[in-house]
């Protein structure tokens, strides 16, 4: 029975892997920029195995409320019709209904184990990485991010927006940042968040990643971009003054390209004097 569990909880990883593989397998080219549009009610394309669970979750729950708004809206039209004062002249002296007061304990509590479980499921999943592949600190500041990666010497940057006045034909308004963060394509990359001074949030939605990041405190998640683009995100935890000022920009390369990038990273970055914390620092070098 533990083994039947095992595999039942491993298949979501399975079944991920295997698209992923097809996708490089079939030479899926660039995804487009994943941003928000202009009158957009739904949600962003899915771009990783979480998001999807999620949208999965969404549907299952959009039906049940639709169900349930369909019966108790129907309920009471019929209750208006059945029971109105010209039906029913004299009032009914009842006072209670043990099966029905029974039914409308009994099937909620199911309804909301039905909901429950999958959620649970959810949430456990996106949680924490089976054999991450490679590990990024992300660390919020006001009013900025800074990108660590652990396992590749430390390198460490920050990522700032860029100003209106300085952005260039074709970029985004308020979603354009200096440094991008880059990842590689298909592969498990855990994320660890934190912050220096207040509580910000680390969301990309086409990405289904959304994770606090406390003063104090790392909290882990982790993604697997299906494929190659630029996927944006925001911080949406109202962090101060200038909130709006820390957009995400995340650049999924190919895994045979992202060793090229980092030994480029580094050649970009220069390391400077430790910080306070003993951790090694790389700073963008100015002309």
Known sequence: MRLIR???????????????ALLFALGAGEA???????????????????QRSIENLHDLVLVIIAVITLFVGGLLVWVLYRYNARRNPEATQASHNTVLEVAW?????????????????????????????LTIKTIGHQWYWEYSYPDRDNLSFESRMIPEEELKPGQLRLLEVDNQLVVPAGKNVRILTTSTDVIHSFFIPSLGVQRYAIPGRTIETW????QPGTYYGQCNQVCGTNHNSMPISIRAIAPEEFDGWVEKAKAQFATTAPTGNGRVRVAERRP
Do not use: E, K
């Not at 199911?110 to 990485?129: G, H, M, N, T």
């Not at 993604?223 to 299906?226: A, G, K, L, N, T």
């Open 32 to 50: 487009a920029a994943q941003v928000p549009q202009p009158w957009q009610i739904g949600m962003q394309t899915a771009h990783s195995p979480v």
């Open 105 to 133: 304990t009994v099937l909620p509590v199911l309804i909301l184990v039905i909901i429950a479980i999958p959620s649970f499921r959810l949430v456990y999943f996106q949680d924490r990485a089976q054999n991450p592949d």
């Open 223 to 226: 993604v697997r971009v299906d």
């Open 6 to 20: 095992r595999r039942g909880a491993a298949l979501p990883y399975l079944v991920s892997g295997v698209l992923a």
